[in-house]
C-alpha cells in the first residue's frame, strides 16, 4: 500500500508554540524534493508532548498542504487505547491516508493485549492501520509471529519497523502476507530492508535530505543498484551524526542550522551538548548543507 521514502516530519516550535508557517514551508519542501509521503505526529514530531488540540492542527496541516500529491499517514498511537482510537478517528475524519499507531508504551501488555489494541483501533477507525515497532523507546516489542497475527486483522496494512535487525526484518517479511507493507523505521537500514523485501523507509535525515532518500528507494526499484549504494553511502555518516543524541534533537538542531526552523525542542528534551553539535555541524558541512564559513 505504501512506499518509498516517507518523512517523519519535525513539528516546527516557536516561543513554545507550534510555528505554522514554517511547517506549512516545510511541507511545501518536501513535496518539491519528491518525497514519497509525510508522517506527522509520530517520534521525530514530538507528539508525546503537544496536547490534542495541537495534534489534531498538525494532521490538518499536513493533510491540507500534502493536497492530496502524497500520502499523509497520521501518527495516532497512545497507551491508552481508547484514546487511540479517538485520535484515529479524527485521522480518518481530517482526510488521512492511515494511521501509525505505536505499540502502548510502559503498560508492557501482553501478546493478547497488544493483539486487541490494534484490533480495537482498525475495528472502530476504519483507516488503514500501520504498526509501529520501536522497544527502545516502549519497553515492548512485536515479535515477527505476533506481526503475522497482526497482518491476519483487517485494516492492519503493515508495520514501521524500528529495531535495526535485519533477522527481525526477514523473519516478519517472510511470516506475513505479501501485500503487507514494511518500512524501516532506522535510516541506516533502509537500503538492506529493500534488498529483503521492505517497500521503504518511515525516515528522520529526509528532513534535510528529501531528494537522496527518496533516490535511493527509487534507484532500488530500478533496478539500479550502483545509485542506490551510492546514495546509501553518501547519507551514512549524516544519518549518524543525526542520532549522536535522541531523535528529534540533531535533527531540528540541524534544521535550524540551515535556517528552517527555531532550534526549539520541549522539555524534556534540551539543547544539544556542544561538542556534539559541533560534529553534527561537521556532518552538515561535508554533506552540503552548510558553507564552511556558516560553521
Known sequence: MFRGALTALVTPFYQGGI????FRSHIANQIEQGIDGLVPCGTTGESATMSHDEHRKIIEIAIEEARGKVPVIAGTGSNNTAEAVELTKFAKQAGASAALVITPYYNKPTIEGMLSHYRAIATEAKIPIVAYNVPSRTGVSLA??????????????????????????????????DDFCVLSGD????????????????????NIAPADMAGLVKAY??????????????????????????????????MARIGQIAPEVRLPLCRMDEA????????????????????
Open 19 to 22: 510555528d505554522e508557517n514554517a
Open 144 to 177: 515477527p509471529q505476533t506481526v503475522a497475527r497482526l497482518a491476519e486483522i483487517d485494516g492492519i496494512v503493515g508495520i514501521k519497523e524500528a529495531t535495526a535487525s535485519l533477522n527481525q526484518v526477514t523473519d516478519i517479511i517472510a511470516a506475513c502476507p
Open 187 to 206: 535510516d541506516s537500514t533502509v537500503l538492506p530492508l529493500l534488498s529483503v523485501g521492505g517497500r521503504g523507509v518511515i525516515s528522520v535525515v529526509s
Open 221 to 254: 526499484e530500478d533496478g539500479d543498484m550502483a545509485e542506490a549504494k551510492r546514495l546509501h553511502y553518501k547519507l551514512l555518516p549524516l544519518i549518524r551524526a543525526l542520532f549522536i543524541e535522541t531523535n528529534p534533537i540533531p535533527i531540528k538542531t540541524a
Open 276 to 295: 556534539n553539535r559541533d560534529i553534527l555541524v561537521s556532518a552538515l558541512n561535508d554533506y552540503g548543507l552548510i558553507k564552511d564559513e556558516q560553521k
